[in-house]
């Protein structure tokens, strides 16, 4: 389906690690591996999902992990890094070592992406709510309009961002506006 | 009306360039020529319109030629330039050879804004839906609310940005919010 | 509450300042200053309040002066410094002349945030609408759904920003969306 080139998707990342004051990682080799892996997903799934994750193919499932993915900015900011370590930020950029980055991703969301019991949890029998492979290919997820108490930032998430784009409020700098509305997404 | 100086200008194409990595065209007498074209427009209109444009005065039919125009990032991501070559990527800019860039302005709202039978479409007699020049003045056009499916931003808008701001999806990762909502805009 | 490291907040700072092509203060002891200031906020507040104004520790009420403030941009574009003096344009930066930036903040928001009968208006007895330093705790805002007739970005907040961040639209492009919603927040 969508055709993109390496060229391309090397641009993207390197303006958006830009924007943010990020870097790429100072490793030739795996840069050229995310950009190849970022590039298949894009054309596989329409997304260009992260290269370190598995995809359902389901975007309402696959959203959070989809590159830049939710949990880049808060590991960053924590680690120096992002999970892939494809995003650093100057420390790490300049003493080229890469830090061990745990996956910040939710044990639920894992769960209900791959409908899969996960080996951390205690097995708990029949898990109702997890949907199997299959289905998950048709689960949506609700969604909420969010605003950011410091500037006035609206999105349309099943929950807010942990950082916020425009000013960089944390997550519990948001709350869900209260209006009265009947979503049908 | 609005008084704004040329430094003004070029520092506000400058950053926004930097914002998304693009670089200002390497042709300083270019570069001089459009940022005195986009004060004249913003003292004119009240908004910056593209120098290599047409406006109508009416801002929701002008609105996508406003730089950046929507067709920016496209055309930097497709030719290496935009349709004006202000904005430019970095092969463009240390090559300095301009592409040539065509309109991707539709047709459509080429026509609604100058109510013009438009010379590549066959003319087809009276068309009810274009507005005379005097018309265009006064119409207006239907907005709705479109969120990112991949981050979450939302806009309200006629239709959808080429390119997410925030995350840089693609425009057909937007979709309408629905929702029971009456606009009246 | 929570904790934060100078360090972190310097490169929060530094990042926002690019984004918007802006520079931070050449005086490193300012800079020093400024960071443990927001820093001491951060973890005082729960925001990072500019350290140059007083904060009720209601966040309503204190939104617009949470650094980056809303009177940053309109600063920068006017005498080349916010407020403070921490974010600056090129010029500041390379002159290190800091200019004098008269308070932007107005004199409604002071008054309605410290409960106090400001000097430069005549006083006109009992104000029944200004609340007393104890009320301010609770005192919510009346927010509304506010967007950028240029670019479509859309914001929930008392009043719309004075730059559009997405577009850079000046204040005055900004509308309220009509529509019939009873908003509780």
């Known amino acids: ?20 004051g990020y870097y790429l990682t100072p490793q030739q080799d795996l840069l050229q591996m995310f950009s190849e892996g970022l590039k298949t997903n894009e054309e596989r799934y329409g997304y260009p999902l992260c290269p370190c994750r598995l995809a359902t193919g389901n975007l309402d499932l696959d959203r959070d992990i989809i590159c830049p993915c939710d949990y880049r900015d808060p590991d960053v900011a924590q680690y120096g890094a992002c999970y892939c370590r494809l995003f650093v930020n100057k420390d790490v950029y300049e003493s080229q070592n890469l830090p061990e980055v745990p996956e910040r991703r939710p044990i639920e969301k894992q769960q209900r992406a791959y409908g899969l019991p996960i080996a951390q949890q205690p097995s708990q029998g029949e898990n109702e709510k997890t949907p199997t492979p299959q289905q998950a290919k048709t689960v949506g997820v609700k969604k909420r309009l969010w605003y950011c108490k410091q500037c006035g930032y609206v999105v349309y998430r099943e929950d807010p961002p942990y950082i916020c784009p425009i000013c960089k409020a944390k997550r519990e700098l948001f709350a869900e506006i209260d209006m009265k509305v009947e979503f049908n997404g």
């Open 1 to 20: 389906m969508t055709s993109i080139t390496i060229d391309q998707v090397r641009r993207q990342v390197e303006a958006d690690a830009k924007t943010y």
